[in-house]
């Protein structure tokens, strides 16, 4: 039929457009189309769900062999105890701590902290421990591991040995291995903000794990005390050496000074603040506060004497404060007031008024002298103050003389006195620091202590059995859905109607489930079978068809609903394939052996036949042919005989039980079977078969090893591509949908043959497989549309 009277069922995707080419080289195809899943579709969860149940069989491999191999090493894994002791590192105060240090707030620096962590994983510790627990005699840490092999000597080699201190030699090798082995199980793990610090040994004796985290930790103590003591001891025998040398130097700087101070006659005294101070310096100092003294006497008498001088008795100090001045002042006082209260009444010759007069007279006459002596007093005071302050001068400026040079003297004597002081204070120093350190060598205090001591562990830390499980369990989860994703890629076979639309341009026209075979054989089992046995066909280049058991749709039961369905389908969309009317001949082929093809066209012709119209099945496949087994009979003649002239092709047709198909079988198998199938009888044969028959149908070989179906592709109206789903390679395919667009002819479809029913696009009947007459011959109704169809 012509290209223009091809009915396209679906809408192709732009990037199939170069298969509908009439040269399309296989060569070329782009591998990325193998992929099942186009990058630029949406996630889809239902595919991934049936990849899983597809594979759920490697996935459940993986998973028990994950398991079992985890559970097997857990199993035989000598469970290791993990024993901890809890140190607590103080701060490292003086061992005679003072006032400030007890209330000065204790803090750890990290460096100090980390130094004592690297003391504790030290090989010096450890080698301790070793020594005195005789851990290089144990199997535990003296064996050698599995991956190692033991080297073996004749004789040792030079300098092999040592000596440990209890004087017996052992391989320095083996206690290398020993302290390696003893470094790995030991762990140092500092508390967070704290200056607590955890000590752990694993072993696989939880006696002997405690044992050696407690002895690690007192050998730790211990050999901080071992090195306070040992630096205590050095200090002092270094300061009682250095203390001998500077008390000789003091002694010497001493007997230098006081010959100097005796040479030259300088005398110093010593202060209460503990300083010497000279002498003539103090004289001096005395002098210069008398002198200060001597001027403020000086002002104050020449202060009086000026009063003196102006004749202001009344303001002299010494004046007023004269008991006897005080007294004849108010005796005059009186004696005034008297006489003036006389004089009112009487005449100054009156006898009292006179005697009152006369002792006025006396009495200031009194008060006179005595003011004058007063004033005498001052002045002699003045003049007395004023001459030793003029002493005072002289002798000050006399000392200073003898102080200026005292002090040309003193400054040698100043610097033979601060080397005296500098030495004493040295020696002082080194004396007290001398008496310290041997009190600090008698003490044994430390800054460590054990808080918690380790206890052997009831439970060992490793192996952890459900935890270790529970790794295996996930492990083996993610390992097994791995493995599945990795082999469904790798898998490039078609497995559903999806693959064969997207990746090829052309429409799945059935899906052919796969049915149990009566023998009772598994679709695995089979599967593995068919395909060694297409192996070894390709390789032979023949064609095989190794002891397959054929399902007939005319001869099942119930439990092969599915597969009548499938074919009825089958049969729908070849009825639809073309525009004006069905195909009248279909070549049914494959692209290599074992695919079912031969099952294809026996049921596509017995469900054309069900439609009451004449089918003609026929045994192309002149290599390797099948009919005769399928139907259980055997046939001398039929399309051999025919091509060779031997006699009509009617005359070779023979009934096959079922209503409306009619066979021809292959008869004797030609030794060139191309050249058959390319003669003109060949062509003649089909024209004259279908102008007899509504369908003729053409079991052929594959296409991709022999030659003979893309003869016969070329001369009929239809080719079905059978393809074993989940077996047939997607380039295999690919190169047979350009083996037949090379030979210009009309591709319907292809037929996905033995699909599993988790395949992507196949669905059940359901609760319509139940129908018992679903094997029953097509309705009459049907056949009419049909007929309607056909005209």
């Not at 579709?41 to 191999?69: C, N, Q, S």
């Not at 955890?198 to 006696?207: G, I, K, L, Q, W």
């Not at 490793?462 to 599945?484: E, F, H, Q, R």
């Amino acid at each position: 039929m012509g290209e223009q009277n091809k009915v396209e069922l679906y809408a192709r995707d732009a990037r199939f457009e170069r298969a509908t080419l009439g040269h399309l080289d296989s060569r070329i195809v782009d591998l990325d189309s193998y992929e099942i899943l186009d990058p630029g579709e949406l996630l889809d969860l239902r595919a991934y769900g049936r990849i899983l149940r597809k594979r759920f069989a490697t996935m459940l491999i993986v998973f028990f062999l994950v398991f079992a191999v985890i559970l097997i090493a857990t199993l035989k894994e000598k469970p290791v105890y993990r024993a901890q002791v809890l140190l607590e590192i103080q701060k490292e105060n003086p061992d005679i701590p003072s006032i400030k240090d007890l209330y000065e707030l204790e803090s750890v620096s990290d460096s100090y902290l980390k130094t004592q962590y690297s003391i504790l994983a030290s090989e010096s510790v450890a080698r301790q421990v070793i020594d005195q627990l005789h851990l290089d005699t144990l199997s535990e840490f003296n064996s050698l591991r599995w991956w190692q092999f033991r080297r073996k000597v004749n004789t040792p080699p030079k300098h092999t040995f040592a000596v440990d201190q209890g004087g017996t030699t052992r391989d320095r090798e083996i206690y290398q291995r020993v302290l390696e082995r003893f470094q790995d199980r030991l762990s140092i793990d500092p508390v967070s903000r704290s200056r607590l610090v955890t000590v752990r040994f694993e072993s696989n004796n939880a006696e002997l794990s405690a044992r050696i985290a407690n002895t690690l930790a007192e050998d730790y103590i211990a050999q901080n005390l071992e090195a306070r003591w040992k630096a205590t001891q050095k200090a002092t025998d270094w300061m009682s050496q250095q203390l001998v040398g500077v008390k000789a130097k003091l002694e010497k700087s001493e007997e230098q000074l006081q010959d100097y101070a005796q040479r030259n006659g300088l005398v110093f005294l010593e202060t209460d603040k503990g300083t010497s101070e000279n002498v003539a310096n103090e004289r001096l100092q005395q002098l210069q506060g008398e002198l200060t003294k001597a001027q403020a006497e000086r002002y104050e008498r020449e202060a009086v004497y000026r009063l003196v001088q102006s004749g202001d008795y009344g303001s002299l100090p010494g004046v007023v404060d004269n008991k006897l001045i005080q007294d004849l002042s108010e005796r005059l006082a009186e004696l005034k007031r008297e006489l003036a209260d006389l004089s009112t009444k009487f005449n100054p010759e009156y006898p009292r008024v006179k005697e009152i007069q006369s002792q006025i007279d006396e009495t200031e006459a009194a008060l006179k002298e005595e003011r004058q002596r007063a004033a005498d007093k001052i002045s002699n005071e003045y003049l007395a103050a004023r001459h030793r302050e003029g002493l005072v001068k002289q002798a000050l400026e006399d000392q200073q003389k003898l102080v200026n040079v005292i002090a040309e003297k003193a400054v040698q004597y100043n610097i033979l006195k601060r080397e005296v002081d500098t030495n004493k204070q040295l020696y002082e120093g080194l004396l007290q620091s001398l008496k310290q350190t041997g009190v600090s060598a008698s003490l044994k205090a430390t800054n460590i202590r054990i808080v918690d001591s380790a206890v052997p562990p009831v439970k060992p830390a490793t192996p952890k059995i459900p935890l270790n499980l529970t790794v295996a369990s996930l492990l083996g989860l993610g390992l097994g859905i791995s493995v599945a994703f990795l082999q469904e890629r790798l898998d490039d076979t078609l497995k559903g109607a999806n693959d064969v639309e997207r990746l090829f341009g052309l429409p799945a026209l059935a899906l052919i489930p796969s049915i149990n075979h009566s023998n009772g054989d598994r679709p695995s089992v089979r599967k593995l079978l068919d395909r060694a046995s297409a192996i070894r066909s390709s390789q032979n280049g023949t064609a095989s068809n190794p002891a397959a058991h054929w399902h007939r749709i005319d001869q099942g039961g119930k439990h092969e609903a599915a597969l009548v369905e499938a074919f009825r389908s089958l049969r729908a969309s070849v009825l639809l394939s073309t525009a004006d009317h069905p195909p009248g001949s279909l070549l049914i082929t494959s692209t290599q052996p074992g695919e079912g093809k031969t099952t294809v066209a026996t049921n596509l012709a017995l469900s054309l036949a069900q439609l009451g119209q004449r089918v003609l099945l026929v045994d192309a496949d002149l290599r390797f042919p099948s009919l005769q087994r399928l139907f259980g009979t055997r046939e001398s003649l039929g399309l051999v005989s025919y091509l060779t002239g031997q006699q009509d092709w009617r005359d070779a047709v023979r009934p096959s039980g079922s209503p409306g198909l009619d066979l021809l079988f292959c008869g004797p198998v030609p030794p060139n079977p191309a050249e058959l199938l390319s003669s003109k009888s060949m062509g003649a044969f089909l024209v004259s078969a279908k102008s007899e028959y509504a369908f003729v149908i053409l079991d052929s070989p594959p296409l991709l090893t022999l030659a003979d179906s893309r003869i016969l592709a070329s001369l009929v109206d239809g080719v079905l591509l059978v393809v074993k789903s989940g077996a047939t390679p997607r380039e295999q395919v690919m190169q047979s949908q350009s083996s037949i667009r090379t030979a210009r002819a009309n591709l319907i479809g292809v037929v996905l043959n033995i699909v599993s029913i988790h395949t992507n696009g196949y669905y059940g009947l359901g609760m319509y497989g139940m129908n018992g007459n679903s094997h029953a011959k097509i309705s009459s109704d049907e056949a009419d549309s049909w007929r309607t169809l056909s005209k």
